[in-house]
């Protein structure tokens, strides 16, 4: 016997026999699962972008100094290294910031050197110093040296020095004798709750200098 031309399956069966209602379940189907798809897929968050709009003006040394630091004479090495912008909270002054992962916004290496910095976002000033004895030095300790600086601008800092408990030793050899070298982490942190500018913004950090107790004083 020939096969029929159209063979009526149960499927075509059940078609017929729901009607409309065929159509209205599939619907519902096809919308279920276009909810499912939905929930499952990763939706994008929106982000709060925060910019560098604001600024820094770095001192002016009237020395040409060493190029790998902000104001080292050359063949010496007592003065200062660099000056930080470090993120309030997220570093260690006992170690070299230098060297440490996410812990600055921005960084003053050269004379005069103006810098872009994240506004409404807390920092730090650190002033990074090296101090070699014999230099005019009368023992390695930080209670014979002293950082001075001042800030104008946005917000201010009187011109004064950071107090013995601000300043952070990370690397010495020698320390308490008249031979060998230290460095120090210098710290401007606005009694513990550090600073922060708006957009567009400045400062200028000014007058800084570094004082020590020289020899047969």
């Known amino acids: 016997m020939a096969e029929p031309a159209f063979r009526v399956t149960k499927f075509t069966m059940l078609k017929r026999r729901l009607g409309k209602w ?5 619907s519902l189907v096809i919308a279920a699962m276009a909810v ?11 982000e709060t972008v925060q910019t560098k709009e604001a600024r820094i003006r770095g001192p002016v040394f009237e020395f040409v100094s060493r190029r790998d630091m902000l104001a080292v004479p050359p063949l010496q090495y007592t003065g200062f290294e660099n000056i930080y912008i470090a993120r309030y909270g997220k570093y260690d ?3 070299d910031l230098s060297d440490q992962q996410g812990a600055l916004d921005a960084v003053i290496t050269e004379s005069g050197q103006t810098i872009s910095v994240t506004h409404d976002n807390y920092f730090d000033i650190v002033v990074a110093v090296r101090i070699k004895a ?13 950082v001075w600086l001042a800030v104008s601008g946005a917000f201010a800092i009187p011109y004064s020095f ?6 952070y030793l990370f690397e010495n050899e020698g320390y308490g004798t008249n031979s ?10 606005n009694n513990d709750q550090g600073y922060a500018l708006r957009k567009g913004e400045e400062i ?3 007058d800084i200098k570094m004082t020590v107790t020289q020899i047969g004083v």
Do not use: C, H
């Not at 065929?22 to 599939?26: A, C, F, R, T, V």
């Not at 499912?36 to 929106?46: Q, S």
């Not at 060998?180 to 942190?189: E, Q, Y």
């Open 93 to 95: 002054p006992l170690q």
């Open 204 to 206: 200028t950090i000014e």
């Open 134 to 146: 014999p230099d005019n030095i009368a023992y390695l300790r930080k209670d014979n040296i002293d």
């Open 22 to 26: 065929y159509k209205l379940l599939i």
């Open 180 to 189: 060998g070298f230290m460095r120090l982490n210098v710290v401007w942190d």
């Open 36 to 46: 499912v798809a939905v929930v499952l897929l990763p939706t994008a968050t929106p």
């Open 162 to 167: 950071a107090p013995d408990d601000l300043e």
